[in-house]
T-cell receptor, first 112, second 114 residues
Framework: TQLLEQSPQFLSIQEGENLTVYCNSS?????LQWYRQEPGEGPVLLVT?????EVKKLKRLTFQFGDARKDSSLHITAAQPGDTGLYLC????????????FGAGTQVVVTP | NAGVMQNPRHLVRRRGQEARLRCSPM?????VYWYRQLPEEGLKFMVY????????ESGMPKERFSAEFPKEGPSILRIQQVVRGDSAAYFC????????????FGPGTRLTVT
């Protein structure tokens, strides 16, 4: 059983459409990161959120941390083929010093 | 500014051999983490090290696996007497001192046990 549940598992959209990926848990996290992973490569850090209710924007990507610090979402506006990849959320629980708990990931495919 | 470096990128071992995976953290980073990604599974934490200290090894299998981060040189993840179930991608991450939130990952080592 994953501590962090990501949904959907797979998302296929056309270029220009919007999408949202969700990351949910019953546990409280002191911080949460979003990564993107390409095949055969390591995860690349996109953003870190720390404060409940926090919203961060990175160009067309908007990240939100839930008020209770148990959930997060990633929204992509006007998706492009270059956004294709595996999106992973990872959190550090309040009783963990360094360990990150990862979700299973959401595979996003953006077709031209 | 070089990122986290791992070598080798690909490693093939026969059952019963030893596998040594190396990780050089980003410059200025003193915390190292190892994760394993099994086929069709997510990333799982294995161990967290600082220089010459193991901080959290709660994700390490009890037998055959060990990790170190010496005062000089890279961090090493060692797997003795490998079995087919050890075939996976092993990722190393590093973070700077005092900022344990943000972990930066290397490209991984793909271990195949034949």
């Amino acid at each position: 059983t994953q501590l962090l549940e990501q949904s959907p598992q797979f998302l296929s959209i056309q270029e220009g459409e919007n999408l949202t990926v969700y990351c949910n848990s019953s546990s409280v996290f002191s911080s949460l990161q979003w990564y993107r992973q390409e095949p055969g490569e390591g995860p690349v850090l996109l953003v870190t959120v720390v404060t409940g209710g926090e919203v961060k924007k990175l160009k067309r990507l908007t990240f939100q941390f839930g008020d209770a610090r148990k959930d997060s979402s990633l929204h992509i506006t006007a998706a492009q083929p270059g956004d294709t990849g595996l999106y992973l959320c990872a959190g550090r629980t309040t009783d963990s010093w360094g360990k990150l708990q990862f979700g299973a990931g959401t595979q996003v495919v953006v077709t031209p | 500014n070089a990122g986290v470096m791992q070598n080798p990128r690909h490693l093939v071992r026969r059952r019963g051999q030893e596998a040594r995976l190396r990780c050089s953290p980003m410059k200025g980073h003193s915390h190292v983490y190892w994760y394993r990604q099994l086929p069709e599974e997510g990333l799982k934490f294995m161990v967290y090290l600082q220089k010459e200290n193991i901080i959290d090894e709660s994700g390490m299998p009890k037998e055959r696996f060990s990790a170190e981060f010496p005062k000089e040189g890279p961090s090493i993840l060692r797997i003795q007497q490998v079995v087919r179930g050890d075939s996976a991608a092993y990722f190393c991450a590093s973070s700077p001192l005092g900022i344990v939130n943000e972990q930066y990952f290397g490209p991984g080592t793909r271990l195949t046990v034949t």
